[in-house]
């Protein structure tokens, strides 16, 4: 399956990365060590060895440097040889490819393709975990299928009534509203208003309210979204306009959430989630937290078995529905961004 190579891709949590200690992860299929230098700068090398393939992530920092700590060779941070211990000539050309890194809104994020591309306003607007605004609870998975199958799903909210039946307590609203899809800069737009109910665990009141949500599904694969809970009527009277934050009744909540291509057919999947600080607390986080833990469990038993099925049909194709139109719409721009740079059709399959 066809990736974007020229996109910030979530590489880790800020937080998981240790000054001075590598870290190894793979994106489209490559190997790639992250690390804090001693003076706090971020550094992403390809996590291989020139000499003999070893990972550099089993190595140590020294300084700016990163040391293989197999037979010791020196890496300065943007992947040149400094160094063969017991060896003066060092081969001018010689090193490891480096990549354009960003520490931005509690992510890592490694930009994959061609590096005079890579523009830090390209960077999706995702809500860090420690922005005070919001009390949010965070967590990753791993999974055995290919990222686009999990872009697919988080594109198309119809599957909520059927996997996400006891989770999120999805009725049949979500099949039964579908979303307007809107194009966006590098991404789609899918926001809906759910009619006015009463008695689900999104409403605290005891009239029924009108529940906005909306989010921007945004290339390589990161989705950002906030809902809120609305005075019945609200829809009718806003029309295509977009309701203020503030005007919430209740209920304010984000998620950012991140699919991160790590090779053919593997993917991992970041997300944060939890109210706003005024329309919550940190009961209310885990509360959220214990529900989305349930709710993309359920996701990944689908999709795997799914990613199993495909993997067993010869020439796979899809016949889409009415609802998969924000899929269709962004495969598209997929396709296109990858066919921007040819070397793109060759990342993971
Ligand atoms: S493999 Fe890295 S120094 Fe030998
Ligand atoms: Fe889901």
New binding site residues.
Partial sequence: MTHVRNAWHVAAWSCDIAAEKPFAISILGEPVVIWRSASGAIRALEDR?I????PLSLGRCEGENLR?L????LFAPDGGLLEIPGQDLIPPKAGVRSYPVADRHDWIWVWMGDPALADEALIPPAVGTSDPDWILGYGQLDYAADARLICDNLLDFSHLPYVHAQSFQAGPEFAANPPKITPVERGVRVTRWLPADVGNWRNPHDVPVEVYQTYDFLVPGVLLMWSANYPEGTAARLGDAIPAMDDALSGLNFTSQAVTSTGPGTARYYFSWGPHCRHGDAAKRDGMMKMAGLAFAEDKTMIEAQQRVIAMTPDPKVMPTAHDRGVTLYNRLVEKLARHNPSELESAA
């Fill in positions: 060895c000499h003999r393939l070893a293989c197999y037979h010791g060779l």
